[in-house]
């Protein structure tokens, strides 16, 4: 298999490390949707990563669809399974606020390095953050009451989605701001399949 993208995604880094704890290898092709948008274009004619190229060769792209795919053809499973019906609709609820928290972060990247700064909109701009901060209310409070596996699609999730916000936007988001978030970023940064793939 094939996973095209660079680990500095979100998104392509979730199914990097969910495709490591499952056991699954996979060539990795680093390539940028901006700097190899013409070579990425004849792979993917939307350009949108990831993309993962089956052994198959068959083209599949949404991390969440492919994390479904993978999961469907691995004998290995994520972390431990829910105990009950609640803990796996808490499990989904972590991994949505997730995704939705990569989203806004990512809308403040793109606003911020792709626009000029005279085109830049501060309302949008304030709206995206503190949308972006709810969000991380919401998981906060969330992981206090789950307490995640670092090694479910949620735990994968909310770790990927920390790193790269604080990674990307350190000025819009500290520890100290939501401290179970951090605490729990740090001890699954620490993990072989995440240092497998770093986000740089």
């Keep these: 298999m094939i996973l095209i993208g660079m680990l500095d995604s979100p998104y392509v880094r979730r ?15 680093p390539l940028s949707v901006f700097a190899d948008f013409d070579e990425l274009f004849k792979i993917n004619p939307v350009v949108k990563v990831p ?12 991390s969440t669809l492919i994390i479904t795919y993978l999961e469907s053809i691995s004998s290995h499973s994520f972390g431990s399974i829910p105990e009950s019906g609640l803990d796996s609709l808490q499990d989904l609820r972590l991994t949505g606020l997730a995704l939705a928290v990569c989203e806004k972060a990512v809308q403040l990247v793109y ?3 792709l626009r000029p700064e005279e ?23 969330g992981i206090q009451k789950r307490h995640p596996v670092s ?3 949620a735990g994968i999730s909310i770790a990927v989605a920390w790193s790269f916000t ?3 936007l350190p000025d819009i988001l500290n520890g100290s701001q939501y401290p179970e978030a951090d605490r729990f ?4 940064e620490q993990r072989p399949e995440f240092l ?4 740089i």
């Excluded at 901060?133 to 919401?138: D, I, L, S, V």
């Excluded at 970023?185 to 699954?188: D, K, N």
């Excluded at 497998?196 to 986000?199: A, F, G, L, S, T």
């Design 51 to 62: 993309a993962l190229i089956t052994d198959d060769d068959e083209l599949l792209i949404d």
């Design 166 to 168: 604080r990674y990307m």
């Design 185 to 188: 970023t740090q001890l699954a």
């Design 15 to 29: 199914v990097a490390i969910c495709m490591s704890v499952l056991g699954i290898e996979f060539k990795h092709l």
């Design 111 to 113: 606003e911020r390095r």
């Design 196 to 199: 497998e793939n770093p986000i």
């Design 151 to 153: 090694l479910s699609v």
């Design 119 to 141: 085109k830049q909109h501060q309302p949008w701009i304030d709206r995206v953050t503190r949308q972006l901060h709810g969000g991380w209310q919401a998981m906060e409070e």
